[in-house]
């Protein structure tokens, strides 16, 4: 159990590491798939510009932020020498009752004064110095967003004129193949359907013609059979009557031809009103009757279908 256990989780660490392999891979190539076409549509450009001008804002925020700082210093500068002046002109207000101090402490803020008023200028000018940069980075920013805005309008452009290109290219194409269709296509599709058409035509008259030569085969085996059964009778009548010639009485036969001779009736009876001779009679007639009536009907059929 802690074997399967152990080679199931180092499946599983090794399917993770493929995964992370192949998701690293997949990203490094559509990156450099993506440089690849920015390079070829000329939006590499545009992503410099964008760069620019992050860059540009992030130089103008430090700008404007020493700016604060300095303007700071120059308020500070001003109100530290504002309070020195106070405390001199305090001074020269009782100028009359100095002391040794008062007068240690006038040249002490005598040359605080200067030092601030020294300072207080150099703090102006690096406000002013600050305010010239920021002003210069903001027009450098303003010019960096125009430039930028102007390269995406060529860009746009540029990929609206080959959008229109592609889709007049696409119709072109659309166009070609829906008359290629027409020409080559559909013909070929008409002679292919009725070849097909014609084929199927072809095997289902070889079907007929073969079923028509079966069902004559059959007819004609039947007719024969007919034809075969008819003579049997005949031959079986023409020697059953053969049969009751002989075996009537001749006094009979001589009344018969008697009676022929005098053209009177003979007055036996004829030789069908025999029990015997009418029960064949009526079997034969009715045989040959039945035969000849299904032969003819099937002759009839059978012509009928040969000449449809």
């Known amino acids: 159990m802690a074997l399967a256990t152990a080679g199931f989780k180092q499946q599983t660490d090794e399917l993770r590491q493929r995964t992370d392999e192949f998701t690293q891979k997949t990203s490094t190539k559509l990156s450099q798939l993506g440089s690849q076409l920015n390079r070829v ?17 992030a130089r103008i925020k430090a700008t404007r932020q020493a700016a604060r700082e300095a303007k700071t210093a120059y308020d500070d500068a001003v109100l530290q020498r504002s309070l020195s002046q106070r405390q001199v002109n305090e001074l020269l207000q009782r100028k009359s009752s100095w002391t040794d101090s008062d007068v240690s402490a006038f040249t002490s803020l005598v040359r605080s004064d200067h030092h601030l008023e020294q300072h207080e200028v150099t703090t102006k000018a690096k406000v002013s110095e600050n305010e010239d940069a920021l002003d210069r980075e903001f027009g450098e920013l303003m010019r960096a967003i125009l430039a930028r805005y102007h390269e995406e309008q060529v ?9 229109t290109y592609g889709s007049m290219m696409v119709l072109g194409v659309n166009v070609v193949v829906f008359i290629m269709a027409i020409v080559v296509v559909e ?16 095997e289902m008259a070889a079907e007929t013609q073969a079923l028509i030569e079966s069902g004559s085969a059959k007819l004609d085996e039947r007719l024969v059979k007919q034809e075969r059964l008819i003579s049997e009778i005949v031959e079986r009548a023409a020697h059953d009557t053969r049969e009751l010639y002989s075996s009537l009485p001749v006094p009979a036969v001589i009344a018969s031809v008697a009676g022929k001779q005098a053209g009177t009736r003979p007055e036996h009876p004829s030789i069908w009103s025999h029990p015997v001779s009418r029960i064949i009679q009526d079997r034969e007639v009715l045989l040959v009757v039945g035969s000849a009536i299904a032969g003819g009907a099937i002759t009839l059929a059978a012509r009928s279908l040969f000449g449809s």
Request: hydrophobic share 30%.
């Open 155 to 163: 860009w746009s452009d540029k990929i609206r004129s080959a959008s």
């Open 187 to 202: 013909p070929w599709k008409r002679r292919r359907l009725a070849q097909t058409f014609e084929k199927k035509v072809e």
């Open 41 to 57: 549509t000329g939006y590499e450009q545009i992503d410099t510009l964008k760069q620019r001008v992050v860059e540009q804002e």
